[in-house]
């Protein structure tokens, strides 16, 4: 171990000090061999022979110096870094083609690099600030006949936190939209209900004041302080160190500052940026619905758990259901067909990482692809230069030099290129880590916080990028140095014929790659295009032009209900006497809309349920005209009036689906249906419309009158054909002139709310068309490449063609023909590629066949386009050749 | 270990020294090139089991002298026994054969 050690302490400090030591190991042989003389003078031989005799009985010097010099330092490094300085040296060369060849590698890595930035910052590490992220886990609820995850109720919560001994913590974090009132200034902005053990158990220490304390988040409105963000705290409150201790008003309530978060901690919630924290105990003052936290069936929260170490996810999930198991059996009324269950932070379903999953998965594939381009674009470049190179490699191997020996170098001057591609793709990742952000749509009252992160994994993986790419890079030339032979290689021959020539197959079938893989990314992009396109025409099942959505929340003004139903109608009234406006209506949610429809187990008079089935719909609580206003036809009956009041009789409007689905077929006006043990009578028949997302299915749904189930908390809905802009100011006065603490929620169209719903769709589309674009940039100027170098290598055929009496017009298309016949190889391949995999697009399609014979056209028309204007130019040059000069040459 | 034994009977000594050395005590049976010498000698430097200093010939050359180091006495007895042990143990075996 020790002498090992030495060793390679002494071989390491050779490679300091080469030059003295080289000057030592001559002297040291000069005087052995001086002394060999001086003996054999001694014995008498002449001055010529004991010299002579001296070098005999030593060897050759020279063999001598080089074993000595491998044994001395480290050959292999030696050669490298030779092997580097020529490389270099190479580079500097040829400008041109080292900063093209850099570029491409630049955009195959860097896409790579930010594409990995974006999935390690969105779905593995989303919150940088947070501890121990490896072992966090998104605990939710599951439900019966439900494929999504459901929220979990507070009681719950608390059972599962006692019951459960693997965990070193349970948090709860909920988020929500609230009123933030600064001087007479009320806006919107988002923030988190948590449990109190909170930024304990993230591991995020304020920077001001302190986080919650235990017991904070117990007691009905109990403790109304808050830790606000860092970015609050700079920006609304500039920077005041005295913060601590002062008062805001949160949803019209008065919350005392105890804590500011660290900078760069943005919750826990990936997309958003929280600004504020507040302790469950204030639940009411925040959720509509009331108070929650007794309350076993009412499901809100969304939580966190952190595993202890070595505990696996499958172990954890064993407990909590078991937990689950009997909370079922405790509690039938509540939790009957209910389980728990736990995700991976990634595919966390009450957040953006659920959303983002597929669109990334579909780009992970996709920058695969440009890297696989680019480097078969590079790999075309550095074959263009071993041809040009191959009198070096020959006189290199003709003096002795291993094939070996070769290769390292060729994969020293792959790994250079690539080196400097993996740093030029590092800034790329480094300046695109944010601009997922731009793609989607700006909310109003939220700030989008979608970063990518660049750690020591996804360094290391750019690093393996890399390594493949010089692998691959490094291959070409290798291929083409194993071929060269020595007899042969004095004679250059220029005397190719276009398409002919073996060597020409390699970087033929490296274009026939680029053309397949450029060709496989544009039928992607054509079907995620007509994908959207078909979701935008898709119909939602309500007018999306001409209807305006905003919402003014009553919950933060304090507002009881009958002050808050006072307060709506009056709205109403002055909203409907406004020039413009046809109908407005109220309703608890927005279709489409980030929150989720209460869902409720429902009875049906008449309907005899299957032993398992326990029947359940979501519902929507909205207010007199909203079918009207929505433009949601009623297929029978009538829709709600000012006259279904509290005191009137329950009743209830039914979608189609649940129409068909609890009735079959039979009309159910004048029916019954039992929800939460009260009877309502249908009083209409609405058509389907979509609900949570434009994809759904459809599914039952039904809706009840506001005023009968009152919610404080509720969207208003203008049919007019105002813009959005002028509807506002209108709007915003006429709240102002009823409460000045009111604040109004962004004003949107409805086609808004659809567009924002689709945009992981929108993001998959522009990122896979701005790649497919490159890509297909890519196959173009490889294309070009080969094509220009068929024609320069065979003018001299070209030119006897000429001679013998071809036209230009022959020329023209013996070049477009071969360019072509490289092209329809590559989209014949890529076509088989595509049918095999368009279908892992499955998530991201919309009733768009993955063999949709649209997309295979026009990418096919595309790729063509794009190969005779690669083979234009080629052609023209193939076309101008002179007989005459290409005859003598 | 030839060259561990030469230096630990004659003590330091230079690379022309060590070739002649070894030539007359194998009765110039072993005809090495005497350059092959020098990487071996490295080898032992780089070991640690001898060390080199420049110091002047007999005959006022500047020249390199070895010698043997503390690790390379104890590494000469270590062969030098478990040599002993082989080659008693070969002409056992080929003693009873």
Partial sequence: MREFFTTFVRRLAALFRRRRLEDDLDEELRSHLEMAVARNLGKGLSALDARREALRSFGGVEQTKETYRDQRGWPMIETTIADLRFGLRLLRRSPGFSILAILCLTLGIGANAAVFSWVEGILFRPYPAVTHQERLLALGGTALGEARGTPISWPDFLDLERSSTLFDAFFVTKIMGTTLSIGDRAEVTTGSIVSANYFDAIGVHPILGRGFVPGEDAGRNAHPVTVISYQLWKGRFKGDPQIIGKTQRLNNVVHTIVGVAPEGFYGTFVGWAMQFWVPASMEETFEAGGYKLEDRGARWIEAYVRLKPGVTPEQAQQEISAVAKRLESDFPDTNRGRGIKLWPLWQTPFNNAGTLLPTLETMLAVVVFVLLIACANVGNLLLVRSFARRHEMTVRLAIGAGRGRLLKQLFTEGLMLSAFGAVGGLLVAHWCRHALVVLFPARGGVAMHLPGEIDWRVLALSAGVCLVATLLLGLVPAIQTRKIDLAGALKSDLAGVVGGGGRAWVRSSLVVVQVSLSFVLLVGAGLLLESLEKIRNTSPGFSTRNVLDTAVNLVPAGYDAPRAQSFQDQLLDRVKALPGVEFAAFGRMTPLSYGSFSSTAIAVDGYQPPPEEQPTAEYNEVGPDYFATMGIPLLSGREFTRADDEKAALVAVVNQTMAAQYWRGKDPLGERVQVKGRWMQVVGVAKDSKYQSVRETPRPFFYVPLRQNFSRGAGLFIRTTLSPETMKTALAREVHALDGNLALYEVITLQEQVDRSTSPQRVAVTLVGVLGGLALLLAAIGLYGVMSYAVSESKRELGLRMALGAGAGNLLRLVLSRGLALTTGGMLLGMTVALGWARLLGNLLYKVSPRDPLAFGSALLIMTMAALAACLLPAWRAMRTDPARALRE | ?97
Avoid: C
């Avoid at chain 2, 194998?26 to 350059?35: C, E, F, K, P």
């Avoid at chain 2, 032992?44 to 002298?65: C, D, P, T």
């Avoid at chain 2, 006495?73 to 040599?83: C, G, V, Y």
């Fill in chain 2, 1 to 97: 270990m030839l060259v561990l034994k030469t230096l630990d009977a004659m003590g330091p000594l230079h690379g022309f020294g060590i070739a002649m050395r070894i030539q007359q005590v194998s009765l110039d049976l072993l005809q090495l090139n005497q350059g092959t010498l020098y990487p071996a000698l490295l080898r032992l430097v780089q070991r640690g089991w001898i060390a080199s200093q420049w110091g002047v010939s007999e005959n006022n050359r500047r020249a390199k002298y070895y010698s043997l180091t503390r690790v390379g006495r104890k590494q000469l007895a270590e062969e030098a026994e478990s040599w002993g042990r082989m080659s008693a143990m070969i002409n056992r075996v080929l003693g009873t054969s």
